[in-house]
């Protein structure tokens, strides 16, 4: 039994060894080495620049009214279609009383005057059937009463004008109805029934009553770095990513570049302006947030191969590692082309049938 048990331990201990022989042989075994590789191919390289901003009309106009007051009556709600000309709002006047008050008295006094002028030409008239006086000294009465008509006429219309705002026998549009002076959609109204609202003058930018957008004339406004503006041109073609809009791009062309840059959080801002291309029944909300891709230069189906597959030496010299074996690969200078920070076009030294080792 003994004499077992001594068998086995030996056996035990040998096959312990043998395991760990044959492992620490499997460890020792150098590992064969796997390249990944990847083939050149025709794509359109496009290098461009980003600015960001938003999509505005380019005619977009505040109303305002001409006269002081309170709003009686509102016609239209944001997104109404108006013309020109059209009402948008109707205005009560509350009159200054000092104003309304002289204006009162001097329409008294003008018809005083006016009773007293037409008695004295009335008076002058019959003396002047009798043979009295001369034709040249009743001429001077009449211009007198005409004069007076004249004055009565005009503090009665302006007094007319301080209480309605409008003269009622002129025929013109009056003050109060606040009218819409351009074609598009409403696009905000701030006030309502009951609003105090002001008029426009020299020292008051007046009550904005409604603001009314042509919205089938849009144009994207934005802000690009200084590094980046020397770059671009007017009548560069962009691309238009609308955030709030997924899967739609929008072309536009610009037209504006601003000659000086403001400062934003240390960095010099240039303004520029694009006008959209809207296709039929493509419709864009005021203020959109976008990001316009400006194309700077473009390649279009070119032999290309992702940047991360060169190697470079010196300044002047670029090579891949072209595969000329399963296991070997050659060194191959190249000459590339434009890029657009991922791809980039391959002038000459390359194939499509060539396989470019990827860098480990």
Known sequence: MKSFLKILVVFLVLGVFGYTLYYLWEKSKSKPVVYQTEKPKYSDIIQKTVATGSVVPRKEVEIKPVVSGIISEVYVEEGDMVKAGDLIAKIKLIPNMITLNNAASRVDQSKINLADARRNFERQAELLKKGVIAKADYDVYDTKYRIAQEEYKTAAENLQL????????????????????ISGMVLKVPVKQGTQVIEANNFNAGTTIATVADMKDMIFRGKIDETEVGKIKVGMPLILTIGAIDDAKFNAVLTKIAPKGDEENGAIQFEIEADVKLQQNQFIRSGYSANADIVLQKALHVLSIPERLLHFEGDSVTYVEVQTTPDTFEKRIIKTGLSDGINIQVVSGLTEKDIVQIPQ
């Open 162 to 181: 301080i209480r309605e705002g409008q003269i009622k026998k002129s025929g013109s549009p009056t003050n109060t109805l606040v009218r819409s002076t």
